[in-house]
């Protein structure tokens, strides 16, 4: 890598296409901007629009702005039901207590200590296969 680069510090530099040129190349087919106050106004409006369409064009993002959209979506989900099912009042009555109730009761089947307070819950009948 040292002898590369003592190498290419010894060359002599490259000489640059536009160095010496003061007029461009080609002619210019448009001033860029515009001058605004030379149009009419209703040039001045499809100029705006015409940029605005492009200016939103080159700007999209429709990746980023889908995972922005899906992250927004869950977060905001997560937090509803975080907070109705999950998060701790304390003493301040809320209106989701019956939910809660509700949807505990339901997951209550899958708790082993319902099944020892219900003790005729009884597993099925197996068919003797394994």
């Not at 700007?59 to 959209?69: C, L, Q, S």
Request: charged letters at 25%; hydrophobic letters at 40%; proline letters at 11%.
């Amino acid at each position: 890598m040292l002898p590369t680069l003592a190498r290419r510090m010894a060359q002599a530099p490259k000489p640059q296409l536009n160095a010496g040129l003061t007029t461009p190349l080609f002619k210019l087919k448009k001033v860029w901007p515009p001058e605004m106050k030379t149009m009419t106004a209703q040039q001045q409006l499809r100029f705006e629009k015409k940029y605005k369409r492009r200016l939103k064009l080159a700007t999209a993002r429709p990746r980023w702005d889908k995972f922005i959209r899906l992250s927004q979506l869950f977060t905001i989900t997560f937090v509803i039901f975080y907070s109705v099912l999950f998060m701790d009042w304390k003493d301040v009555p809320t209106p989701f207590e019956p939910v809660r109730q509700k949807f505990w009761s339901f997951f209550g089947i899958f708790d082993e200590d319902a099944k020892k307070i219900n003790p005729s819950a009884k597993p099925p009948p197996s068919s003797g296969r394994l």
